[in-house]
DNA sequence: ATAAAATAGTTTATAAAATAAACCAAAAAT
DNA sequence: ATTTTTGGTTTATTTTATAAACTATTTTAT
């Protein structure tokens, strides 16, 4: 039997920890998620794109008063191809 | 809490079924992985040798009969990493 | 009131990684 | 005897990730 691939949205560190915080939280702030993940503005700003382009998050800007707010939230879509991803995954890491 | 940084090294698919492969069984040869992780002899060459750089990995290069034999085996900081990337994992998806 | 610094990002350039293509030497098959 | 296959390596290309530079507004300090 040979290993399945991994989606490759998914399969990097910064796109991965977006989606993981987005499962876990109705929505996340651009702010929120460059703290949790550690990132810089600059790469976080293109990976959600990425993940936009892809379907898997939706993002909305706004404003907080007379700041730009930028807020995230995983698809339905989004959530499916994460689940599916961490399925592959086991396969990788046993269990 | 903020996400913790997971072992490039071992975050790329082939590298990571290479482990994966190498972390139950015994050793296993150049061609024997290549079929497993589906990759081009080029591809798993290189990253066999990033492995080896790393010292998670040793290359042995011998012969059966008149053909060149490749064979690799997992060390012991190869099996420590490997295992600490798992659970820096749990982090992102969860359990 | 004005200059400096901080916030909230985006865009573009650079570095690093993955992959593919080209190549090599020997062996096996036609 | 020449074509094909096996078992790779090396080099080139593409893709990806990251960093640096920039924009616009806002807040803070002078």
Redesign the interface.
Same mark, same amino acid.
């Given at each position: 039997? &040979? *290993?399945k691939? =991994?989606d490759?949205l998914l399969?990097s #560190?910064l796109r =991965?920890?977006v989606m993981? =915080?987005l499962?876990?939280v109705e929505s996340a702030e651009f702010t929120f998620l460059k703290?949790? &993940?550690?990132s810089t503005a600059g790469n976080l700003s293109v990976q959600l794109d990425k993940l936009s382009e892809a379907g898997y998050i939706t993002i909305e800007k706004t404003f907080k008063g007379k700041k730009p707010l930028t807020t995230c939230k995983i698809t339905k879509h989004g959530l499916k191809a994460f689940e599916e %991803?961490?399925n592959t *995954?086991k #396969? %990788?890491?046993?269990k």
């Open positions: 039997m &040979t *290993l691939d =991994l490759p399969h #560190q =991965l920890g993981s =915080l499962m876990s703290e949790k &993940t550690n %991803y961490v *995954l #396969q %990788y890491i046993g």
